[in-house]
């Protein structure tokens, strides 16, 4: 049995669905009464106990709807909790696959509705780089590269000063081609270089753009280390710590959809192959796309 106190615990559900593959995270957190002059993590390590109690993979395929549900159900099946003691439920976002980040928003908001689970969304790269954040050496640099689609990569780097990952880019991972992810992390680099007067930073490469790239920064990186697939899916206790210490939303949260979609890109062809015109089915998407944005506005 573990120390926790059931009466002050929080039980939490995170939900992964954006790379194809599905994470469940279920586990139980506990505040700690931290003396203040003892130093906290940014993302909240030490301030809290945590105990994991169920984590499962799998991939998603196109049977991720039919998969999630019946697993849920089990994992709290096999752990003798209900799922209306849930407390919060943390959801990634994006960036990543659209139908991925649907069926985690969905889910999410679906139990939080039939729940009184409070809800809080994380940011993908975020929850890769802090996955390694003991395992890097100081003042290391991190570029995580994430698949967006063909010569499309989603990119964020970090640093590590200290014991603590600072991030070098937008708080949004930026879309960009192959060669201007290069571009942009050498830019970082040499800027990095100069501020810290250090003549070369460590770098490290995690994330699925180098299962299709890794030859291109391997080369244009020589002294680099590009990390295998096996740690391209976070940390289930880095996703527990995250989701703890994440702002809860009131509202249902937004998917972080940072290009166009496939249709979008190739609605003249689709509208063409259903004997439509090209022309003005992109005429009509532009205008809902319009208007979309004008309500948002």
């Known amino acids: ?41 940014i993302n909240g390590v030490g301030s809290f ?12 395929g196109s049977q991720g709807v039919e998969k999630l549900a019946p697993n849920l159900s089990f994992a709290f099946e096999q752990v003798g ?10 959801v990634i976002c994006g960036a990543g696959s659209f139908t991925g980040i649907r069926l985690g928003l969905t889910t999410a908001s679906a139990l939080k509705r039939s729940t009184n689970a409070k809800l809080s969304g994380l940011v993908f790269s975020d929850c890769l780089a802090y996955s ?7 003042n290391s640099v ?14 964020n780097i970090f640093q590590k000063l200290g014991n603590k990952l ?23 680099l040499t800027a990095q270089k100069i501020k810290l007067s250090l003549k070369g930073l460590p770098l490290y490469f995690v994330g699925s753009a180098l299962l299709k790239s890794r030859e291109i920064f391997q080369t244009a990186f020589s ?29 249902d949260l937004e998917p972080l959809y940072l290009r166009s979609s496939d249709a979008e890109d190739n609605i003249g062809q689709i509208a063409k192959g259903l004997g439509l015109d090209p022309l003005e089915a992109e005429k009509k998407l532009n205008q809902l796309k319009n208007s979309v944005e004008h309500i948002e506005s």
């Not at 909790?81 to 943390?90: D, F, H, S, W």
């Open 1 to 41: 049995m573990n120390n926790f106190d059931m009466n002050n615990n929080e039980l939490i559900l995170v939900l992964n669905c954006v790379e194809g593959n599905i994470q469940v995270v279920l586990g139980e957190t506990q505040p700690v009464n931290i003396p203040v002059n003892i130093p906290v993590n």
């Open 49 to 60: 106990k945590q105990n994991l109690l169920y984590t499962s993979t799998w991939s998603g």
């Open 81 to 90: 909790r209900n799922i209306q003691e849930l407390t919060k439920i943390g």
């Open 132 to 138: 390694l954040e003991e395992c890097l050496p100081e």
């Open 142 to 155: 991190l570029a995580v590269v994430c698949a967006a689609r063909t010569n499309l990569v989603y990119l």
């Open 166 to 188: 600072t991030l070098l880019t937008e708080q949004i991972p930026l879309v960009l081609s192959t060669e201007q992810t290069v571009e942009k992390i050498q830019t970082v």
């Open 223 to 251: 002294d680099a280390t590009l990390l295998s697939a096996d740690y391209n899916l976070p940390s289930p206790y880095i996703l527990l710590n995250l989701a703890f210490n994440a702002k809860v939303e009131d509202e």
